[in-house]
């Protein structure tokens, strides 16, 4: 199964008042584990960029005036998501910004159900508690230290760990494991040990066995031929 992590930085909340996509990354995972494949792009918004976004991601006008724009790159992004299912953190707001660019474009919008919010799936199995990309790196012990300024790639990256730790946790393979899978390691072990419980037969059962083989006629273990 094919799923591509996107994410997307951006100059501000809201495509309709004009704000743009700055940056767009996406992870391709194969049966939920990265492949190791990935796209990235920085891209030209062609407006300036707002002082509180940019405390956001860093990107600088400057910078992103050299980039390519959203159409110049469309055709490999599209080729790249094909028609995986798209694991996205906050999803209505990044197919928000993309369908805008999108929309620009005359292209098809990316359809919301092919999307599945990791923010939906962190409030479903932990309801009231922090749904950001950062608490849940914490809550899942998963190392976030570079992530000094927000930016897609090691966005999609990070959020490709947590993605697994939601959908069941980082064993991809299916172990049995029989007796109490609850009790820790170091709990079974202090557990005290029993003793064997003897299984070797009493003079009495000696004495029935051997009477049961004295009734047998014509044994296969006595002539070596078939029993009657």
């Known amino acids: 199964m094919r799923e591509v992590v996107l994410d997307t ?16 990354a996406c992870l391709e995972l194969q049966n939920h584990l990265p492949t190791g494949k990935s796209f990235q792009r920085y891209l030209n918004p062609e407006r300036d960029m707002p002082a509180d976004a940019l405390a956001v991601h860093g990107l600088t006008e400057e910078f992103l005036a050299q980039q390519k724009l959203f159409a110049e790159i469309v055709e490999d992004f599209l080729a790249f998501i094909g028609d995986a299912r798209l694991i996205i953190h906050n999803a209505e707001f990044d197919l928000k910004f993309v369908n805008a660019e999108l929309a620009r474009l005359g292209s098809a919008p990316l359809a919301s159900r092919r999307a599945i919010d990791t923010v939906q799936l962190a409030r479903r199995k932990f309801p009231g508690q922090p749904a950001s990309l950062d608490a849940l790196c914490q809550r899942f012990a998963i190392d976030n230290s570079t992530r000094q300024v927000h930016g897609a790639l090691l966005d999609a990256e990070l959020l490709s760990a ?44 000696e004495d029935a066995h051997r009477a049961l083989l004295a009734r047998l006629k014509n044994p296969v273990w006595g002539t070596g031929g078939a029993r009657d």
Do not use: F, K, N
């Open 9 to 24: 930085e951006t100059t501000g909340l809201d495509p309709e008042a004009g704000h743009r996509i700055v940056e767009i």
């Open 162 to 205: 947590v993605y697994l730790e939601l959908i069941g946790g980082r064993q991809a393979r299916m172990e049995l494991v029989a007796g109490d899978s609850d009790v820790s390691p170091a709990a079974a072990a202090a557990r005290p040990v029993r003793p064997p419980r003897p299984h070797a037969p009493t003079p009495a059962e």
